[in-house]
């Protein structure tokens, strides 16, 4: 059996911008990923602590250092500049794994520098 566990998160950062014609997904400062060990194209949850929608949708990587947290695409309409949001992913593990495996959780400043991380 395999048991779908939080794998990593991006806590509180800071909706940068939105950008509708775009076909989708949420561009997020490579550093970040970085932090949150989370690749291009990898499926992402987004949480808007500020209305209380919740998406899914994939990474696309900005520039290093940008502070870029950009949602795109239909998604955008869900949000704007200045929300605050929380991005997951998830990773199917075996039960033993799930048992003993813990997430990375990476704490973010107003402008999406990381200021905690594992």
């Not at 997020?28 to 970085?34: A, T």
């Amino acid at each position: 059996m395999l048991r779908f566990m939080l794998r990593s998160k991006i806590h509180r950062a800071t909706l940068t911008g939105t950008e509708l014609d775009y076909e989708g997904s949420i561009a997020i400062d490579r550093d970040l990923m970085e932090a949150a060990d989370m690749l291009p194209g990898e499926q992402v949850h987004v949480l808007n602590l500020s209305n209380a929608s919740r998406l899914v949708t994939y990474v696309i990587e900005a520039p290093a250092g940008s502070g870029t947290m950009l949602l795109n695409g239909p998604a955008a309409r869900l949000a704007v500049a200045g929300d605050q949001v929380i991005v997951l992913s998830y990773g199917a593990l075996s039960d033993e794994e799930a048992r003993s495996s813990a997430p990375t959780i990476v704490h973010v400043d107003g402008r999406n520098r990381v200021v905690q991380a594992p």
